[in-house]
Nanobody
Framework: QVQLVESGGGLAQPGGSLRLSCVAS????????MSWHRQAPGKQRELVAI???????NYADSVKGRFTISRDNTKNTVYLEMNSLKPEDTGVYYC?????????WGQGTLVTVSS
């Protein structure tokens, strides 16, 4: 059973930065596309960024130029570097592992952007 554990969330000021990590276990990590999603209070979960097995990336328009997704297959870890944070970036951030039609989710880490 796939396990994903996120960390790195917390409180940041507008304009600040945070780096999220998601460590995967019990999978052949390099074979999975990895993505970050977020859910703001009262809103649906949305895709933030995705990185393919080959390292290709794609981002939601709202975070382009501010967030960077990366992966380290030697550490079974996917990262989300978040810069120039805005209050609207507040939410619970989840990582997801995808292999074909199989998806696994982490438990989420809370990011709060507030002064």
């Amino acid at each position: 059973q796939v396990q994903l554990v996120e960390s790195g969330g917390g409180l940041a000021q507008p304009g600040g930065s945070l780096r999220l990590s998601c460590v995967a276990s019990r999978i052949i990590f390099s074979g999975y596309a990895m993505s970050w999603h977020r859910q703001a209070p009262g809103k649906q979960r949305e895709l933030v960024a995705i990185i393919t097995t080959g390292g290709g990336t794609n981002y939601a328009d709202s975070v382009k130029g501010r967030f960077t997704i990366s992966r380290d297959n030697t550490k079974n870890t996917v990262y989300l570097e978040m810069n120039s944070l805005k209050p609207e970036d507040t939410g619970v951030y989840y990582c997801k592992a995808t292999f074909g039609f199989t998806n696994a989710w982490g438990q989420g880490t809370l990011v709060t952007v507030s002064s």
